[in-house]
């Protein structure tokens, strides 16, 4: 376990590369693009995919559908059943993951480069080929089941449940990719085949490539390994309509320690004043000891483990969110002080040296991410989903140092206002009540 | 396998045994200062990051009685200043730099560390070695900080049902050793930590003979070696340090049986825990075995999952766990989430039914096979991560195993024989030696209905 269980978003950020780390831009014979990191030292390669769109191209009334097909691809395809499948895994000691987003379903894989050409082929076989077999979604089936059931009783799930429905309207965004007891249980094998059709086309991914391998070798893999998937797929959905309003939603559930989540609006990675927001976001509740949120909220007062806030930038909605977990006895306190340095920050803005120290973190902690094969993989498939260019890596610590004291206070004012914050909680807290 | 998504802490522990197996000698440098100091130097020059890691030889196991969670209390304080250094200043300093810092407490072991641009190396030295020594702690950080750990508390476990059996499970497996006391302490006697004990703690254990440096990342062992000698050299040896000695387990005669019921279990379950022996230094083929035993029952490819969830449809999951690295006597588990309409009475027969075929048609070889290629691939992909390594490193070192335990285990697993690992299952899956437990709602009997999320045995490992 490392410092914190950081809101998954916060990794949002994990934007680029950094200028050391030499990136390739790959293109097959067939015409499939992806970046490339030579590093032939360890005789491996990640492979890491996206696929735009994810669960949000779930169709009306068949949601989770597509998760229940990402959690199908590795338990029947080609010829194999799920523990054939499982055992030529092991066999060749290569290892594939296969997960779903409200935004992108993402493949990572690893392979040794004494057998690389057979574990393509295996993967191939699982993203080409898949047969899903009615048992694997019977047995799949039981365990989505499994995890909708244990939501419900999760006081975590249960406010990021409440706030989804409450901030996101009508869009994909306001319901689980899990899909309700009632939707996956109506779920046939036809619709898992056209979720499948729906994400899985070949002009929507983005690859990263990691380790022991050519160019040239990459340009083969990609064909063999993509080359006959469709192209097309379903219709993106459109931007959420944020339906957010301000106050206090108490959902009572009984439990010792209320879980918070709180939110307003946000901006996207690509606002110019984005860069500005990051770094304020970094002073106020960006993950560290040295936040605001962390020092009045823990260090001060000890109302809680731990506190944060994070920029959440999701291909169809951005939000400014936060996120605390304090006893029932102790938590109206929390969201006060909480409320209290949201306002303080948007009236007074930063200091000169917070600003600096933040920098400073943030520059330095950038390089230090790109550390291992998979780890760069994987933030190299994340850049290419956000649009970012190739080049991106090598210029990003002088975005962050060219932001001045006024483009932080400037956006803190502008943004930051505590009573526009909605705030979900989960528990039986004294002294809290739902507003409107 | 959809579940491991989601099942993620158990799944782990099934992971953790054969996949860190790395054979990394050629990375690895070690040495000990005059002072008692070990010091491990793996080297990863692909980027210009280094981790330092401060080990101690010490965790909640060492804890006197009544003042369960101060181990990891202190690991707490730690961050709360020394002379010279102001309260949060530490990690003020890290950040500043460009770097993160954090600490864990186990059982065994409180391990903190810094992960920062090379060329940092020097200050994080210089501000570990100062709170070797030199912390100094005030009433008022010592009361707020109280609270901070009951809120961990309040989150980690009371909020979480899985997380409560645990620690009765835990309790009614030993009898004796403190293994049966929670990390991070029971409330009662967490609301009572002093300021006094946590320095009383701190001195008692706090040594450069008690403490284990692992340098991991760009650098070499010669700066390592200067640079340690500079600023952890001149601390003096505890000379009251002595052995580490805890009450043990006496003969385990009585199989014991819980069922706790709370409302806010959605997905019932039922999970077995079997004392066994850990890795010793010298001796690790027993744990060897196990770690292969937990290979072939656990994981999808396991017989547990093969059995109860693909052919029988029993169960949504059911695996296995054991994890060797441990000072004391540790557990192998198995455990089953229940599909609809099953009851854990007829789950529990089914595991207990796979477990009795297994013991009768011994080892597969292929699946044996299959296991020890992952292995040795396993060595490969380590290296790709030198945070893990200096991990699993540590881990051994303040566990009672040595540098070459750590470099020997490869090879001791793959030299295992299918008749060790049956021998081995024979002598651990002894039910005299076991707690099995039943976590329902409470208006369940035993648990029909309904499919399931399961708890972790508590991994024990605790994050500033």
Known sequence: ?436 | MYLRLVAGALALAVVTGPARAADTADQVTDFKLDNGLEVVVIEDHRAPVVVQMVWYKVGAADEQPGVSGIAHFLEHLMFKGTDTMKAGEFSATVAANGGSDNAFTTQDYTAYFQRVAADRLPLMMKMESDRMTHLKLTPDVVDTERQVILEERAMRIDSNPQALFGEQLNAAQYLNSPYGIPVIGWRQEMEKLSLKEATDFYHKYYAPNDAVLVVAGDVTPDKVKELAQKYYGPIPANPDLGPRMRPQEPPQLAERRLTMRDARVAQPYVTRSYLAPERDAGDQQKAAALTLLSGLLGGTTGKLYEDLVVKQKLAVYASSYYSGTSYDDTTFGVYGVPAPGVTLEQLEAGIDKVLAQFLKDGVNQEDLDRLKMQIRAGQIYDRDDVDGLARMYGAALTSGLTVKDVQDWPEILDKTTPAQILAAAKEVLNRDHSVTGYLTPPDSDTGTDAPARVAAPTSGELTR
Do not use: C
Not at chain 1, 235 to 248: C, E
Not at chain 1, 336 to 356: C, R, S
């Open chain 1, 1 to 436: 376990m490392i410092r914190f269980v950081l809101p998954v978003l916060f990794s949002l950020v994990a934007l680029p590369a950094l200028a050391e780390v030499h990136i390739q831009k790959v293109t097959s014979p067939g015409g499939i693009t992806a970046w490339l990191v030579e590093e032939h030292s360890i005789p491996f390669t990640a492979l890491d995919m996206q696929f735009a769109g994810g669960a949000s191209l779930d169709l009306p009334g068949k949601r989770g559908a597509t998760n229940l097909m990402t959690g199908l691809l590795e338990e029947g395809s080609g010829k194999m059943d799920s523990q054939q499948f499982a055992k030529a895994e092991d066999d060749l000691a290569a290892s594939f993951n296969y997960d779903v987003g409200d935004d992108t379903l993402s493949v990572s894989a690893r392979f040794l480069s004494e057998n690389r050409d057979k574990a393509v082929d295996l993967l191939r076989q699982s993203l080409v080929e898949p047969t899903f077999p009615q048992d694997a979604i019977d047995r799949v089936r039981e365990q989505v089941l499994s995890i909708i059931a244990s939501n419900k009783q999760d006081p975590g799930k249960i406010a990021s449940t409440t706030f989804d429905k409450e901030a996101f309207g009508d869009h994909p965004y306001a319901t689980s990719l899990n899909g309700t007891e009632e939707s996956v249980k109506a779920l046939n094998r036809d619709d898992i085949v056209t979720a499948w059709k729906n994400v899985m086309v070949k002009d929507r991914v983005n690859i990263a490539a990691v380790g022991d391998i050519t160019p040239e070798q990459l340009g083969k893999l990609l064909d063999r390994l993509l080359g006959d998937l469709p192209t097309g797929g379903a219709a993106l959905p459109g931007d959420a309509k944020l339906t957010l309003t301000p106050g206090v939603t108490v959902v009572p559930y009984d439990t010792p320690q209320a879980q918070v989540i709180w939110a307003q609006k946000g901006l996207d990675l690509n606002d110019p004043d984005f860069f500005p927001a990051y770094i304020l976001n970094t002073i106020l509740g960006g993950g560290s000891f040295e936040s605001r949120l962390m020092k009045e909220v823990r260090v001060k007062r000890g109302l809680t483990y731990g506190v944060y806030s994070y920029l959440v930038d999701r291909d169809h909605a951005d939000l400014w969110m936060g996120s605390v977990a304090s006893s029932n006895d102790k938590v109206a306190e929390a969201i006060k002080v909480i409320k209290d340095q949201w306002g303080e920050i948007a009236k007074n803005g930063v200091t000169a040296e917070e600003l600096a120290n933040a920098k400073k973190y943030m520059t330095g902690e950038y390089p230090l991410r790109f550390d291992g094969n998979g780890t760069i993989a994987s933030i190299l498939v994340g850049m290419q989903h956000d649009g970012m260019p190739i080049d991106y890596p090598a210029s990003r610590n002088d975005k962050i140092d060219a932001v001045t004291l006024a483009d932080v206070n400037r956006v803190a004012k502008e943004y930051l206002d505590p009573d526009k914050l909605r705030f979900v909680v989960v528990g039986q807290p004294e002294g809290l009540k739902s507003t409107d």
